[in-house]
C-alpha cells in the first residue's frame, strides 16, 4: 500500500463539523475534540491550512431538499445556521487564521468552494478530522478521492456517533483505508508533519551568513 507523505506547503488539514450537536452526541467527543486541537496546533506551526466546516441550512429551509424529509431532526432545525446546536463546539481551538466553511450536504466539496481553495493553494493533500466518521468525514474522503486529493483519514482524530458507534468507527475505518483514503492514528501524521519539515529544510540546503 502507497504511504502519502506529508508535504506541509501541499496538505491541509479539514476538520469536519465539530459542532454542538454533534459532539455532544458522540461518546469519544470530548476525546476527539482534544486530539484535533493538538493536531491543529502542529498543523498550523508548520504552516499547513487549518480549515473547519459546519455543516448548516438556511432557517426558513429553501436549501433542505430531500435532507429534510429524511432526517426528522433536520426538518426541526437542528442544522438552521443560526441554531445553537449547529454552532462550533466552545471547546474547539479556532485561529485567527483557520478557514471557515460552511457545507449544505454531508460532503465538504458538494455546494462548497472548497476544490477551488485547496486548488489555488496547490494542495493535493488532506488530512480528514471530525464528527461523525461514516457520515460527513467518509463522504468528505470520497468526495476529495474522486477529486484525486490524497487522503488520509484519522483513525482516533474521528468519532461516531451513538450508543454502537465502536463497530460503526470500525467498518468504516476498514472500508476507507486502501480504497479512498489512507487510515492513520493523529501520532503517526504528526510524525509525518514533523518528516515533511525535515524535508523542506534538507532542500533548502545551508544557510549563507550575511554580513
Do not use: Y
Request: with cysteine; charged share 25%.
Amino acid at each position: 500500500m502507497t504511504d502519502f507523505a506529508v508535504a506541509p506547503e501541499r496538505t491541509a488539514l479539514v476538520n469536519v463539523d465539530i459542532q454542538n450537536c454533534f459532539v455532544e452526541s458522540t461518546p469519544d467527543g470530548p476525546r476527539v475534540v482534544e486530539s484535533i486541537n493538538r493536531l491543529a496546533a502542529a498543523c498550523r506551526a508548520a504552516g499547513m491550512l487549518v480549515i473547519h466546516t459546519r455543516h448548516v441550512l438556511r432557517p426558513d429551509g429553501s436549501n433542505m431538499g430531500v435532507l429534510g424529509q429524511l432526517v426528522p431532526k433536520v426538518r426541526d432545525g437542528l442544522l438552521n445556521e443560526d441554531a445553537e446546536s449547529a454552532q462550533f463546539h466552545r471547546s474547539l481551538v479556532i485561529d485567527p487564521g483557520d478557514l471557515l466553511l460552511d457545507k449544505p450536504r454531508f460532503g465538504a466539496f458538494h455546494g462548497t468552494d472548497l476544490e477551488l481553495i485547496l486548488r489555488g493553494r496547490g494542495i493535493d493533500t488532506i488530512i480528514v478530522s471530525g464528527i461523525s466518521t461514516p457520515v460527513c468525514c467518509d463522504t468528505t474522503a470520497r468526495e476529495a478521492n474522486a477529486r484525486d486529493f490524497r487522503v488520509l483519514f484519522l483513525s482516533d482524530g474521528t468519532a461516531t456517533t451513538g450508543s454502537d458507534a465502536a463497530p460503526i468507527q470500525r467498518t468504516t475505518l476498514e472500508v476507507l483505508d486502501g480504497l479512498f483514503a489512507q487510515v492513520l492514528t493523529v501520532d503517526e501524521v504528526l510524525r509525518r508533519i514533523r518528516g515533511g519539515q525535515s524535508r523542506d529544510r534538507a532542500d533548502a540546503g545551508p544557510q549563507t551568513a550575511r554580513s
